[in-house]
């Protein structure tokens, strides 16, 4: 019964910053590799970060040096830091959980806008 919950989504203007979090439940959650993925309205799923349980990072590129993963094991916790937001950052963003199989969020809402 794994449970993956995202929150933090909202509408900011370009250059604002928000911060997702994912709480997880029902796992290990130190025995997971996490992260995040983001879904556009009429595009495919992307990738975005991910982090290993050893706490080792990856970042698509259009997002590196902007956005931040990290976890917190002992809050069963992971976030995106998200800065310096631009207009094709809007999507809808997952979090995922990924031991033997991969786990999904609902997700959140994230609208950068004018």
């Known amino acids: 019964q794994v449970q993956l919950v995202e929150s933090g989504g909202g509408l900011v203007q370009p250059g604002e910053s928000l911060r997702l979090s994912c709480a997880a439940s029902?796992?290990?959650?130190?025995?997971?590799?996490m992260g995040w993925y983001r879904q556009a309205p009429g595009k495919q799923r992307e990738w975005v970060a991910s982090?290993?349980?050893?706490?080792?990072?990856r970042y698509l590129d259009s997002v590196k040096g902007r956005f931040t993963i990290s976890r917190d094991n002992a809050k069963n916790t992971q976030y995106l830091q998200m800065n310096s937001l631009k207009p094709e950052d809007t999507a809808v963003y997952y979090c995922?959980?990924?031991?033997?199989?991969?786990?999904w969020g609902q997700g959140t809402q994230v609208t950068v806008s004018s």
């Open positions: 029902g796992m290990i959650f130190s025995n997971y590799n």
């Open positions: 982090i290993s349980t050893g706490g080792s990072t």
């Open positions: 995922t959980a990924t031991y033997w199989r991969a786990y």
